[in-house]
């Protein structure tokens, strides 16, 4: 299996900072690498797909880069319903796996 | 637009099986590659636990394939997870998703509600 692993499991920020969020896969993935948010009580919702492509109706504030294992999700000004955590997932092979999640709370 | 409704039993026995439901309306469920089934015991993370192609052909976690059977019936446009000889590990929150794009370059979207169903005596 390709383990995804996130950094940090955990942040606390404010409205309007700049956020960076990481993933690194066991192996290469090439740009397979999916991102997503999900909010208390609610399904996950994708947010980038094939490391960097924005899914439609999401705000232009998140952006995702990266390739092979090393991968980062940002947030460019922190809104407050950004506040979740958030996933990601690797589509290069089954066991399709996600890390662990990085949870963003209010300072 | 696709929507999909998870549906069955919320407390299992031990020992006992899972059995769930995925409704899917707003499109056929041909529309769609795979049809997958995502787990998340409560306060923890995303666990994959299989897919299905919408042929027929279906793919599983390793560590629950000895448990888990997915099937698709496309008369009634939904799809199922039995999972057996369930234990408390077992308890978690079980969303119905649908993949977007094509294998590699596919994303899990849409995805059910979510329902809880517990392992409890």
């Known amino acids: 299996d390709i383990q995804m692993t996130q950094s940090p499991s955990s942040l606390s920020a404010s409205v309007g900072d700049r956020l960076t969020i990481t993933c690194r896969a066991s192996q290469s993935i090439s740009t397979y690498l999916n991102w997503y948010q999900q909010r208390p009580g609610k399904a996950p919702k994708v947010l980038i797909y094939d490391a960097s492509r924005l899914q439609s109706g999401v705000p232009s504030r998140f952006s995702g880069s990266g390739s092979a294992t090393d991968f980062t999700l940002t947030i460019s000004s922190l809104q407050p319903e950004d506040f979740a955590t958030y996933y990601c997932?690797?589509?290069?092979?089954?066991?399709?796996?996600f890390g662990g999640g990085t949870k963003v709370e209010i300072k | 637009q696709v929507q999909l409704q998870e549906s069955g039993p919320g407390l299992v026995k031990p020992s006992g099986t899972l059995s769930l439901t995925c409704a899917v309306s707003g499109g056929s469920i041909t529309s769609t590659n795979w049809w997958t089934w995502v787990r998340q015991p409560p306060g923890k993370g995303l666990e994959w636990i299989g897919e299905?192609?919408?042929?027929?052909?279906?793919d599983y976690s390793p560590s629950l394939k000895s448990r888990v059977t997915i099937s698709l019936d496309k008369s009634k446009n939904q799809f199922s997870l039995k999972l057996s000889s369930v234990t408390a590990a077992d308890t978690a929150v079980y969303f119905c998703?649908?993949?977007?794009?094509?294998?590699?370059?596919?994303?899990?979207?849409?995805w059910g509600q979510g329902i809880l169903v517990t392992v409890s005596s």
């Open positions: 997932q690797q589509s290069y092979t089954t066991p399709r796996t």
């Open positions: 299905i192609y919408h042929s027929g052909g279906t």
């Open positions: 998703v649908g993949d977007s794009g094509h294998p590699p370059e596919s994303w899990f979207d849409p």
